[in-house]
């Protein structure tokens, strides 16, 4: 789809766009202070109100953005489908007492958990990367749980336990890899989740710390300077909501896509 291009073509520039910039993301350019986008110096996106240059911090923003958001989403998806998976498959009680502590971690307001984590152990972004993850996986568990409670119903699945497989090796080789089609749809709207929070997050100072910028504390800034030099919020916000349009539409398309055969049928 043209979601996807505009996706690999932003993912491409994030990687790769700085290489063609005489600037780094730490420079200071103290003749250009807070200068408007002009080819002046090849400050293509303007530079910010120390004379940094946009375009290359704008991309280094975006690079670290999606790094924690497919890592924490990884992070995520690993609790979520182990969790899930073994809530599914033994069911009974084991099932009940699981999916209780789900219910009571759902009904907290996580983002205060997260926030409790920074302030605790410190701002730094692998911090960042385990305390989205861990507090990700609770809708993941919720729908792996769901497929795999369908999946042991199965006559394989039968075939298996007569074959004298334990429930860790049922678990592992029958009932996960059955579930790849969700978890991946599931997983491709997960990411776009994690970077509007992390976005969220550093906006609020409680994520990225200088001299790391990440597209939220890029558009914090920018908001900060937004009469004055409008530019400095304007080019990652917009960045930032043309990437997670992008991300949402593949998500739904992948996940019309796999539920075709199901309406077919």
Same mark, same amino acid.
């Given at each position: 789809?043209?979601?996807?291009?505009?996706?690999?073509?932003?993912?491409?520039?994030?990687?790769?766009?700085? %290489?063609?910039?005489?600037?780094?993301?730490?420079?200071?350019?103290?003749? +250009?202070?807070?200068?408007?986008?002009? *080819?002046?110096?090849? +400050?293509?996106?303007?530079?910010?109100?120390?004379?940094?240059?946009?375009?290359?911090?704008?991309?280094?923003?975006?690079?670290?953005?999606?790094?924690?958001?497919?890592?924490?989403?990884?992070?995520?998806?690993?609790?979520?489908?182990? /969790?899930?998976?073994?809530?599914?498959?033994?069911?009974?009680?084991?099932?009940? !007492?699981?999916?209780?502590?789900?219910?009571?971690?759902?009904?907290?307001?996580?983002?205060?958990?997260?926030? =409790?984590?920074?302030?605790?152990?410190?701002?730094?972004?692998? %911090?960042?990367?385990?305390?989205?993850? !861990?507090?990700?996986?609770?809708?993941?568990?919720?729908?792996?749980?769901?497929?795999?409670?369908?999946?042991?119903?199965?006559? /394989?699945?039968?075939?298996?336990?007569?074959?004298?497989?334990?429930? *860790?090796?049922?678990?592992?080789? +029958?009932?996960?890899?059955?579930?790849?089609?969700?978890?991946?749809?599931?997983?491709? %709207?997960?990411?776009?989740?994690?970077? *509007? =929070?992390?976005?969220?997050?550093?906006?609020?100072?409680?994520?990225?710390?200088?001299?790391?910028?990440?597209?939220?504390?890029?558009?914090?800034?920018?908001?900060?300077?937004?009469?004055?030099?409008?530019?400095?919020? *304007?080019?990652?916000?917009? /960045?930032?909501?043309?990437?997670?349009?992008?991300?949402?539409?593949?998500?739904?398309?992948?996940?019309?896509?796999?539920?075709?055969?199901? +309406?077919?049928?």
């Amino acid at each position: 789809t043209g979601a996807a291009w505009v996706i690999g073509l932003l993912v491409l520039l994030a990687l790769l766009g700085g %290489l063609v910039s005489p600037h780094d993301a730490e420079r200071l350019d103290w003749s +250009h202070i807070a200068t408007a986008p002009t *080819l002046a110096q090849a +400050h293509w996106f303007g530079t910010d109100r120390l004379g940094r240059d946009l375009f290359v911090r704008t991309l280094a923003g975006a690079r670290l953005s999606l790094g924690i958001g497919l890592i924490a989403t990884a992070v995520s998806v690993g609790i979520g489908v182990t /969790y899930g998976a073994i809530c599914g498959y033994l069911g009974g009680r084991v099932d009940q !007492a699981m999916m209780r502590i789900v219910e009571i971690l759902s009904g907290l307001p996580l983002i205060f958990f997260v926030i =409790f984590l920074t302030v605790i152990l410190g701002r730094s972004v692998l %911090l960042l990367f385990a305390a989205i993850g !861990a507090v990700g996986w609770l809708t993941m568990a919720r729908i792996v749980r769901g497929q795999a409670m369908s999946i042991r119903q199965r006559e /394989y699945i039968d075939a298996a336990r007569l074959g004298g497989s334990t429930p *860790l090796r049922i678990i592992l080789v +029958h009932v996960v890899p059955n579930l790849l089609g969700p978890v991946i749809v599931y997983a491709t %709207l997960t990411v776009p989740q994690v970077v *509007l =929070f992390e976005s969220f997050l550093s906006f609020l100072g409680l994520g990225v710390q200088e001299p790391q910028a990440s597209l939220g504390t890029l558009i914090a800034e920018g908001a900060a300077e937004m009469e004055s030099a409008s530019w400095m919020l *304007l080019i990652p916000g917009a /960045y930032l909501t043309l990437l997670l349009l992008c991300l949402n539409l593949v998500g739904d398309g992948l996940r019309d896509a796999l539920d075709e055969p199901t +309406h077919a049928g």
